[in-house]
Structure formats: structure tokens, C-alpha cells
């Protein structure tokens, strides 16, 4: 695998004439933090469900951990730890019950299986909670529970689809931190995502759009290359302004942000002297404009745009 620990080359899911993932290749690092960014049916879970064996691709080729993609799926999920994006926990059991069946699952027994648990809780921080059930646990806690079992039997990769969908900023930065912890131990961690921020978090990422992947890189080498220079626009009645703004033919893209109004146009161009020019035309008053750094949200819009989403 060339030191890699995901490699797939071609990777292709039909479903009759639709292709949900269209021939794509990348490659994972050990200890790499990698993300899959996209927006709702983009392909990011159909592309964990080939990678963890759950799901035969109709084409393509590669390896999770060692394991070939499309004969060995049973080592495959030997090797992993998986982390759907709906809880994958029995209501109906306790805390200390659902850990006890995952680890049996993973074929942990005896003293390993009581020091893995005690790992788990001590991890997520729920010791006092072992014998709660789970159907009354707060949404974060739940979370935290579910990504204990993912990695009760200490696999060397771990796959989060949408794991801090639904929960509060704050849990949400716990959880990187958690993650943050098994990347610094080596472990290689393949995170789904449609939150701009927390793409922010990933050592490389992929963007994915209609099953294909239009940019792969670090964020930040991402956004040095957008070949735009990026502005922000605060007015009253923005909304209006935006429609005005984005019919402008100096400006490349236009986008809400917010309050604001995001705007890319040629770097080459006097942006701040244009704008205000053509706004002040048409009777725009007390507006600001500046100069700003790139975000994700400002690489995606601009990749997605170009290819017609």
C-alpha cells in the first residue's frame, strides 16, 4: 500500500442508470485526518459503505488497512471501527451492556474486553453513567458512546460518517478533540462532513459533488488555490443588494454569507473601486467593503459553480 492505509483507484457505485459514486481514486495516510466534504447525496456514505465492506462497489479497486476492497470485506471490518451517521446503539440496553455486546462482536473477551471498557468510559467520560440506559442519555453523550464502541477493539482505522450531525457546537469541538487524540496515536481517521468548519479540522479533504471529487488537497493549500480574490459586502437591505450584485459582470461569484455578502472576482481586479462605482449608481449608500481571507465555503461554491451545481 506504499504506506498508505486507504488506497482505491476507480471507485464506482451504480444503482441502474445512477451512478452514486463515479470513478474515484485517493489515498489515506497512516495518522491522517481525512475528510470527505459534500453536500446531501453527494456519495460520502455510499463511499464509506464499499470502504468498510458493508457495500460491493460495481467498480474499482484498493485496499482499507491491507484488505482488497472487493474480495475481502469480512477483514476489512475486522480491521475497522465505523461510526454511521445515526447512533448505532440499543436504546433498550445500559450503557455498560451495549459496550459488552459490541466488544463481542469484535471477539473481545475476559480481561481485555473489561480494560477496553474501562478505556471507553474514561474516553467518553461517562464512568458514572455505565449502568444508565441508554434511551435516556443526552444527544452528546450518546455520541460520545458511539464512538467508544467504534473503537472498543482498538482499530488502526477508524471511519465517521456525519458523526456530529445534530449536536451543539460545543460537543461538536469535543468530539475533534477526541479525534485529535487517536490521529496523534497513529490511527487514520476518514471523517464525512457537510460543516465547513469541521473540514477545517482535516489534514487533506475531498470535495465530492454528484459522486465525483472536483478538488482533493489540504484546506489551506485549497484555498491558495482559488484564482479569485475574495471580498466581503455589509449593507442594509442585503438581500436586495446581493440580486443587484450578482448580476454585475465583474463579479465571478456572489454568495450569502450570513449577513454579509461573499465575492470573488479576478485578482488583477480594483474590486473595492468597481463596486462601490456601480452600487453608488444605483443608490446604494452606507455599504463597507474589505478585502478577506478565503474560506472552504467560498472553494466549494466556486468549485461547484464552475461545473454547474
Known sequence: MNGNTVEVRGLTKRFGDFYAVNDIGFAVRAG??????????????????????????????????????????????????YMSQRFSLYDDLTVRENLEFFGSVYGLEGARLRERIAYVMKMADIGRRGDAMVRGLPGGVKQRLALGGAILHDPPVLFLDEPTSGVDPIMRRTFWEIIYDFSRNGKTIFVTTHYMDEAEHCDRMALIIAGKIIALDSPAALKAALPYSVWSLRAERFIEVFEEVAAFPFIDEAAIFGSDIHIMCKKDLPLKRELSRALRERGVSGFRIEEVDATLEDVFVSHARRLGV
Open 32 to 81: 491522517e485526518i481525512f475528510g470527505f466534504l459534500g453536500p446531501n447525496g453527494a456519495g460520502k456514505s455510499t463511499t464509506i459503505r464499499m470502504l468498510c465492506g458493508i457495500l460491493a462497489p460495481t467498480a474499482g479497486e484498493g485496499s482499507v488497512a491491507g484488505f482488497n476492497i472487493m474480495t475481502e470485506q469480512e477483514g476489512i471490518k475486522s480491521a475497522i471501527g
